[in-house]
Nanobody, 116 residues
C-alpha cells in the first residue's frame, strides 16, 4: 500500500530551525517533494528531489531550506533554517511514480508555525 507520513511540524520562533521528515512505504518514488499551503493561499512547491538527487527549490526558500532523501530507507527530509513568519503553513510530502502505479501521492500534512 502506497503511503506517505510526515512528521516534525511544530511551533518555532522566527530565525529558528526545524526538520521535517517523510516516511514512504509501498514503492520507491521517482520524484519526491515538499509542498506547503498557508491559510487562504494555494498549495505551492517548496522543494523537489529526484531519485538521482537532483534538487529544485522555490526562490523564497533558497539558501535556507535543504531537501534530502535516503533511497535505501525510503525517507525524505526538509531541513529548514532561518525560518520566517511567512513560512507558516501546512507542509505536505509528495511522491510521484512514473512507472507501475503511475500517479502523484500525498501525505496528510504537518503544521509548521513560525511565531514569537
Amino acid at each position: 500500500q502506497l503511503k506517505l507520513v510526515e512528521s516534525g511540524g511544530a511551533l518555532v520562533q522566527p530565525g529558528g530551525s526545524l526538520r521535517l521528515s517523510c516516511a514512504a512505504s509501498g514503492f520507491s518514488f521517482n520524484v519526491m517533494g515538499w509542498y506547503r499551503q498557508a491559510p487562504g493561499k494555494q498549495r505551492e512547491t517548496v522543494a523537489v528531489i529526484t531519485s538521482g538527487g537532483t534538487t529544485t527549490y522555490v526562490d523564497s526558500v533558497k539558501g535556507r531550506f535543504t531537501i534530502s532523501r535516503d533511497n535505501a530507507k525510503n525517507t525524505m527530509a526538509l531541513q529548514m533554517n532561518s525560518l520566517k513568519s511567512e513560512d507558516t503553513a501546512v507542509y505536505y510530502c509528495m511522491g510521484r511514480l512514473i512507472t507501475g502505479a503511475v500517479g502523484t501521492y500525498w501525505g496528510q500534512g504537518t503544521q509548521v508555525t513560525v511565531s514569537s
